[in-house]
């Protein structure tokens, strides 16, 4: 169920050429990306050269009918960028949850610039060293500071807007999809030259609104039609004629993150021409041709919800088993175990998820699931299922196992985490109590995606990061891991690792 899993962040800016008030849509875009980040949430909008910002912790709110004209007043302006977080650098204490909120502001004499940002930083000790030299004692808590203050910093240099970006592509490692606006209304986005997190862009049907989205869902929820998402080093300036678009930086390699189909990206989200539940799907297909023995030993289908459903589907339609939808999630318990403590995962997950008994005694269950990370969750949901009486208990987990942290914005950031870093399949199935853990194979997770290896980041799955400074940070903690050095935090904010490379 992915449970375990903690993601970055959503962005969704947009800009109304008819100089209507921007904050309904920006408000609608964040509130169908809050699966991206529930820790907390942020508006800026842009009026007359000033901008106007609210943030807070947890999800976006629902607003009512009768407070939405506050709300206008306290955010004016035709253009606005948001943001939904997850904090995957920095400290979680409330305090500094509040500090890291987004959408960021730099500014410095005239110069000013907001940014709303999803992904994570690798060379944060090169980049903060260097903003330090303009800002004395730079403090953050979150990489879209960096990010905003280094491309201040090159502004401040006479740069204009896309020198700097340039610069910034080049000179930050990492993965960076940022929308951003500045003191003059110019309204932009860019992702890092491998394009490791999503962002698209579309535009209202009377073409005066111009918008930004991690994911097209925003882009639906507001009658926006999707015109393309951003190639990797792209840069991508708006104005009343629409979108004018530069390729600033050109990489050989790219990089998407294979993630964001089997987990991350909501079912009804689109990436090029096709439906992340459609990718799903036949993620579940392909499971089922690469362990025939396991069907054929196998009664029913039973899907973890809700990321394990569209897997199911196809695992259903290739193997004729029938799909027992026999566990149902309590619609109105939302708490995500991965965001809990560890001891109050199990009652969580009892309270979350529904599964009948009746359904389950006696049988040889296939299990769909997107994902195991530190194993914790799905043992809880085998364990679950051998209590009613299972008798035969197959997982069939949809993204490949996981071996290394990910440097890139999702909050499994050491070795000692993963079970997949230490065990085998066979291990884990012994661990987590099931009769087989079955992975999807790496090849058939990036056909199904429609992508190609070579434009897609498995760096989780394959130890092989797309970015030089990732590469080398996770090779040395992987050798200090295997020596029994213990992880202090996430591995590219331990000192040790950072300066050793
Ligand atoms: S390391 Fe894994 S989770 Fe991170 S960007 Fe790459 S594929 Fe996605």
Redesign the pocket.
């Known amino acids: 169920m992915g449970e375990e899993l903690k993601i970055a962040c959503g962005v969704f800016a947009a800009a109304d050429y008819k100089n209507q008030p921007i904050f309904p849509y920006i408000y609608w875009g964040l509130r169908a990306q809050n699966h991206r980040g529930h820790q907390s949430h942020g508006f800026l909008t842009f009026n007359d050269g000033k901008f106007h910002v609210h943030r807070s912790l947890d999800l976006v709110p629902k607003i009512k009918t009768n407070a939405i004209q506050e709300w206008f007043g306290r955010l004016p302006g035709n253009i606005g960028i948001g943001n939904v977080r997850y904090t995957t650098s920095g400290k979680t204490d409330e305090k500094s949850l509040i500090k890291g909120t987004q959408p960021v502001i730099a500014s410095k004499g005239r110069l000013k610039l907001a940014v709303s940002f999803n992904g994570n930083v690798v060379n944060t000790f090169q980049v903060k060293k260097e903003i330090n030299t303009e800002f004395q004692g730079f403090t953050y808590e979150c990489d879209a500071d960096l990010i905003c203050h280094k491309l201040m910093i090159e502004l401040l240099k006479g740069k204009d807007l896309t020198s700097a970006v340039e610069t910034c592509m080049v000179d930050v490692d990492g ?1 960076f999809s940022v929308a951003g606006v500045t003191q003059d209304g110019e309204f932009f986005a860019f992702k890092d030259p491998h394009g ?1 997190r999503p962002l698209c862009a579309g535009h209202s049907e009377n073409e005066s609104i111009y918008a930004f989205s991690s994911e097209t869902v925003s882009l639906d929820i507001n009658g926006f039609k999707r015109d393309f998402e951003l190639k990797p080093g792209e840069f991508v300036r708006v104005s009343r004629n629409g979108f004018e678009r530069q390729e600033l930086v050109k990489s050989e390699r790219k ?1 998407f ?4 189909f089997a987990y991350f990206a909501r079912p009804d989200s689109h990436f090029d021409d096709r439906y992340v539940y459609e990718i799903r799907e036949e993620f579940g297909r392909n499971l089922v041709r690469e362990n025939p023995n396991i069907v054929k030993d196998a009664d029913i289908i039973l899907s973890v919800p809700e990321t394990g459903d569209d897997p199911a589907m196809g695992v259903h339609e290739e193997s004729g088993l029938r799909w027992e939808r026999a566990s149902r999630r309590h619609r109105y318990v939302t708490e995500r175990a991965f965001l809990l403590l560890s001891r109050e995962r199990q009652p969580t997950i009892d309270r979350k998820i529904n599964i009948l008994a009746p359904k389950i005694k006696g049988k040889r269950v296939i299990v769909t699931e997107d994902s195991i990370v530190r194993g914790d969750t799905t043992k809880v949901i085998v364990e679950k299922l051998r209590k009613m009486g299972a008798e035969k208990v197959y997982l069939f987990v949809t993204f490949p196992r996981i071996i290394g942290p ?5 909050d499994m950031a050491t070795y000692g985490q993963l079970i997949g870093s230490k065990h085998t399949p066979e291990e884990i199935a012994k661990i987590i109590g099931a009769d087989a853990v079955c992975y999807q194979s790496i090849g058939g997770l990036v056909k199904a995606t429609g992508f190609t290896r070579n434009e897609l ?5 394959t130890g092989e990061y797309p970015t030089p400074m990732a590469q080398k940070m996770a090779d040395t903690m992987k050798k200090r891991f295997q020596e029994g050095y213990e992880e202090t935090g996430r591995i590219y904010e331990i000192e040790e690792a950072i300066k050793n490379t």
């Open positions: 993965a490791i990089a993150c294979s993630f964001e990910c440097l890139y914005g999702i980041c498995t760096a989780c799955t």
